[in-house]
């Protein structure tokens, strides 16, 4: 999805930013997140990102204790993302897509005066999520493609292959992390993978593990 407003380094985003805790929810540079958005806070998050940048940063909370946090604890690493779609439902809601931009590290959280929390980060770290097709030469397509099609067959998933063999390294990769049934510590291994061609090895170890577990139920006990 095309964006009005490209980003090419991470002087041209707001080092203060609001982010949306929300767990097992993983974007990633260019791919796009749809959201039900129906909470009041995050209504007005919404509102008050239309009038402003249009940014979003979408985080993990963590399960790390942090006593008299103000909220739940958050991952370190999250990745903000540009509205690219907005429409209000008549009913109260809004249904959104967020386009990832970039990732960002967390640097502090703000005492905001916002129902949303507000957060002050650095992307100094993730220069290259504002290249498109960074690393695809080195993804290993063979092995993500043979994962793929296990745990289709496991898991009678239904996959469009025509639309598998037609999509970029970069997009691939993206898209199955992004869609991929697993858990909020895979989904946040998927995100923090320094490199699409880690990214894409990640995938591929994460699937081969959820295959075993498949096969082996005994496994799961243990």
């Not at 992004?178 to 699409?196: I, R």
């Not at 995938?203 to 577990?213: D, G, K, N």
Request: charged letters at 25%; a negative charge; hydrophobic letters at 40%.
């Amino acid at each position: 999805m095309s964006m009005n407003k490209p980003y090419n380094d991470a002087s041209e985003l707001p080092v203060v930013i609001p982010v949306f805790p929300l767990e097992a929810a993983l974007m990633l540079p260019r791919g796009q997140l749809p959201l039900n958005i129906f909470e009041p806070r995050y209504m007005s998050m919404i509102d008050d990102a239309l009038k402003g940048e249009r940014l979003i940063g979408m985080i993990q909370p963590s399960s790390a204790k942090e006593p008299g946090h103000a909220g739940p604890p958050l991952q370190p690493i999250g990745c903000v993302g540009r509205l690219t779609q907005v429409a209000e439902t008549g009913d109260g809601r809004y249904v959104i897509t967020l386009t990832g931009v970039a990732r960002f590290r967390i640097l502090e959280e703000l005492s905001a005066m916002t129902p949303y929390r507000q957060c002050r980060v650095a992307y100094a770290e993730f220069a290259s999520d504002f290249t498109p097709r960074s690393g695809e030469s080195e993804v290993d397509r063979e092995s993500l493609l043979k994962a793929l099609r296990s745990y289709a067959e496991s898991t009678r998933l239904k996959i469009d292959w025509n639309a598998i063999d037609q999509a970029r390294n970069e997009e691939l990769v993206n898209a199955l992390a992004m869609m991929s049934p697993f858990g909020p510590e895979e989904k946040q291994a998927l995100l923090e993978a320094p490199t699409l061609r880690a990214r894409a090895d990640a995938l591929v170890a994460i699937t081969e593990f959820e295959l075993a577990r498949t096969r082996n139920p005994a496994s799961r006990l243990q």
